[in-house]
């Protein structure tokens, strides 16, 4: 028996209990490093399954980036975990339905049978000159490049709609005009005060 195997076990464990931990602890920054440590196993999954390129790809980008942001905003935010823990409890059953629901759909949708897994015999192994990132942009260029740039417009719109929420106008907020400020003239903001000079009074009197 091959190491492989043992790996593939010893990795989806520490997955499945890290992406459990990031729903059920209650501090938001243990929250986003139990994440961390689900991406770290993921793509050591995917370096087992020969998909490099996705998990350099996964590790650069939502370990260096994404969760960079997210620890930032969670750290730099005051946020009032009271609040959070009061539902938790009253909405625990709702959760683990849904959680039971949703791992039944993954276990038909993503099931051996459907993909043909029990008739195909072992994937063959590839040599070192083998380019997984090629064979990727391949068929994501030629297969599927109509849901490619169908996903690129739906993350295009996302742009858009995120821009457009946080830069609507806040009556309570502040902010400047820089239009206005460049027309300003110097004699709306100085003003001249001509005064006499005061003696100071005799300190011998």
Excluded: C
């Amino acid at each position: 028996m091959s190491i492989e195997p043992v790996l593939f076990y010893i990795f989806s464990a520490v997955l499945v209990t890290a992406a459990a931990l990031v729903v059920v602890v209650r501090n938001p920054v243990h929250a986003a490093l139990f994440l961390i440590l689900a991406f770290f196993t993921s793509a050591a999954i995917w370096l087992l399954l020969e998909a490099e390129f996705l998990a350099i790809v996964l590790v650069l980008v939502y370990v260096g980036a994404v969760m960079v942001l997210f620890l930032f905003v969670v750290m730099m935010l005051d946020i009032n975990l009271t609040p959070l823990r009061e539902g938790f409890i009253r909405y625990l059953p709702v959760g683990v339905a849904v959680a039971v629901i949703v791992l039944l759909e993954m276990a038909v949708v993503v099931g051996p049978g459907n993909f043909g897994l029990e008739q195909m015999p072992a994937p063959p192994r590839h040599g070192a000159d083998y380019s997984n990132t090629e064979e990727l942009g391949a068929i994501l260029y030629t297969v599927y490049a109509y849901p490619f740039e169908i996903a690129a417009v739906i993350l295009l719109v996302a742009i858009v709609a995120a821009i457009t929420l946080t830069m609507r106008r806040r009556p309570q907020a502040k902010y400047q005009n820089p239009a206005e400020q460049v027309l300003v003239r110097r004699d709306d903001r100085v003003r001249m005060v001509k005064m006499e000079a005061e003696k100071g009074e005799n300190k011998e009197q």
